[in-house]
């Protein structure tokens, strides 16, 4: 039974189990233990993103030269991406998603809401495989079983991080 | 007098070599690269606008003893701007990015695209620490551009300036599953 802090290792001992060598992601405080694990590991390349929908072209890419790729975002930087997933989705490029949501659960910030209330849709209609953990010891299972349907069969999956694996932003310090 | 695009494609990928790889842009750039002759190490894109750059970085990082070239038109490269600030972070020494700029977006009817109106894709590439930024206007420059993609070091960027004008069509291959299986095993990794 792990902590319930220590699952961003978990998912990056799942990364490392999965042969993952270059991660992109757009920074974010949901993360930033796992773009930490990242950026000092030496076999895995960090390519920091203007904009997550560079990140799905990145791994298309990856995946033509061999090596397998992830992608890291909050939920908001999913709406960035809809239409550069077409290039998964018309050529089968595996995509691995993992992505922290806001606007879903003590969010203090209402502009989060619109885009975190429809990730789930959005992600159906893109053919995207959908694994929702709420709890710590939920992540590591649902990541692997996204790694096996990405890298296993050449498609998309998303494990949505919920806000209450985070905790509640602090707005005021 | 601006530099015409097939043939500017053409001088750019004679004897290209086993080990170049060649990710165009949607539109205009992929019809060029199919119109020299197919090639399975040629990953065709019918879409991902704003996306060409992004694939030719995953590609070189991941292939570092070939060489990529991303060849690309000014509005493809428009889309994507922010991935020169990515990829001038990541610098791989294989990378070249070419932009074959005629000002305008040619696949919609011609209208002006941002370039023609003073937006320099060059200084943009040299402010996102892009090595070696080229600005191509003749047969000379071109060629030597040419030789360059033939021993890449460091990343590179060239702009292009071609004519505005619309050959005919050459469509490749628009399967994108096949495109991208055919390119795997053209280079070795698949399964």
């Not at chain 1, 920074?27 to 390349?45: E, N, V």
């Not at chain 2, 040629?42 to 704003?50: K, P, S």
């Not at chain 2, 695209?113 to 930024?133: E, K, M, N, P, Y």
Request: proline share 4%; aromatic share 6%.
């Amino acid at each position: 039974m792990s902590a319930p802090t220590n699952w961003p290792d978990r998912l990056f001992a799942t990364l490392k189990r999965a042969d993952i060598r270059q991660v992109g992601y757009v920074p974010d405080a949901g993360h930033a233990r796992l773009i930490d694990r990242c950026r000092a590991d030496s076999q895995i390349r960090d390519v920091v993103l203007t904009t997550e929908e560079e990140g799905v072209a990145l791994a298309a890419g990856a995946w033509l030269g061999g090596e397998r790729a992830a992608l890291l975002m909050q939920s908001s930087g999913l709406g960035n991406c809809v239409n550069m997933l077409s290039l998964a989705r018309t050529c089968r490029f595996p995509l691995l998603m993992l992505i922290t949501m806001r606007g879903e659960w003590e969010e203090f910030n209402p502009w989060q809401v619109p885009m975190g209330s429809i990730v789930d849709p959005v992600l159906k209609l893109c053919e995207a495989e959908v694994y929702r953990v709420t709890k710590p010891d939920e992540v590591e299972g649902a990541a692997e079983r996204a790694v096996q349907h990405v890298f296993g069969d050449e498609r998309i999956a998303a494990v949505l991080l919920s806000q209450q694996l985070i905790g509640k932003k602090v707005w005021t310090k | 007098m601006r530099l015409e695009r097939r043939a500017a494609m053409a001088t750019l990928l004679a004897d290209r070599g086993d080990d170049l790889l060649v990710v165009p842009g949607l539109g205009s750039t992929t019809w060029d690269l199919a119109a020299l002759g197919d090639d399975d190490r040629n990953f065709y894109l019918w879409g991902a606008m704003g996306g060409a750059a992004m694939i030719g970085l995953g590609l070189a990082l991941a292939q570092p003893k070939r060489r990529v070239a991303v060849i690309t038109g000014d509005g493809e490269m428009l889309m994507g701007m922010g991935s020169l600030a990515t990829i001038g972070i990541q610098r791989p020494g294989n990378l070249a990015i070419v932009v074959f700029d005629n000002g305008v977006y040619g696949e919609t009817g011609m209208q002006p695209s941002h370039t023609q109106s003073g937006v320099d894709l060059i200084a943009v590439a040299r402010a996102c620490g892009i090595g070696t930024c080229l600005d191509v206007g003749d047969e000379a420059a071109l060629r030597d551009l040419a030789a360059r993609l033939k021993t890449l070091r460091e990343t590179l960027f060239a702009r292009v300036l071609i004519a505005a004008d619309e050959p005919p069509r050459v469509l490749p291959l628009r399967d994108g599953v096949e495109l991208k299986d055919r390119f795997r095993t053209a280079v070795g990794v698949k399964p």
